[in-house]
């Protein structure tokens, strides 16, 4: 498995430059950053946690990964063991507006905003109920050279990719050597692209409504 450590190494390898040690660092936690709201197959993630009676907000103490939602695609709550139903996305300020965080605002929940990294519903859950939601979520920090995550694996030959062109073009100033790996860069997300679509299909002809 990829490290953080392991694709530093490599960049500073096919760079020939031993000293450049914390931009290139530096330059793999910006190319992350650049793609991370991209979806592709490897950062789309699906959360389950449970809601706590006359609590509104919910936090990393609820689940790990609320504050690493970069793009929410569908919310659903469970009501019971088989009722499902989607909760509306609102705007933070709809719900601000409609709440007074009092007893009279408990109910089963049928809106779910976020904001700053927090999920808030409305109605405040009055019981304890199952909120599901699926989207894009950044997949952690990279610090240690031991940290990993799917950036170091499935999207290992992209970041080291846009890393090299970015080396090249603000750190070692060699234009040529920056345009060339930028080549590399976007036949790199064409594949990433391609291999998601792919790994989405259904391979089934969805039929025209006439």
Not at 87 to 104: I, R, V
Not at 155 to 167: F, H, K, P, S, T
């Amino acid at each position: 498995m990829t490290t953080f450590g392991t694709m530093r190494d490599r960049i500073a390898d096919e760079l020939d430059r031993a000293d450049l040690t914390s931009q290139i660092e530096r330059e793999i936690r910006s190319a992350v950053a650049f793609y991370e709201k991209k979806r592709f197959w490897f950062n789309e993630q699906r959360i389950d946690f449970p809601t706590v009676a006359s609590q509104e907000w919910y936090t990393s103490s609820d689940d790990s990964a609320i504050p690493n939602l970069l793009t929410l695609d569908i919310a659903k709550i469970a009501i019971g063991a088989t009722n499902k139903y989607e909760l509306e996305l609102a705007p933070y300020a709809e719900l601000e507006f409609a709440s007074d965080g009092g007893e009279a605002d408990e109910g089963q929940p049928t809106s779910l905003a976020y904001f700053q990294k927090q999920v808030r519903l409305y109605p405040i859950p009055d019981a304890s109920y199952s909120v599901v939601m699926s989207g894009i979520f950044s997949l952690g920090d990279l610090s240690a050279s031991a940290d990993t995550n799917a950036w170091m694996t499935d999207g290992e030959a992209l970041i080291r990719q846009r890393v090299r062109a970015m080396i090249y073009s603000n750190v070692i100033r060699d234009p040529e050597l920056a345009n060339e790996a930028r080549g590399i860069e976007r036949e790199e997300l064409a594949a990433l692209v391609s291999a998601t679509t792919l790994k989405k299909a259904t391979g089934r002809i969805l039929p025209t409504t006439f």
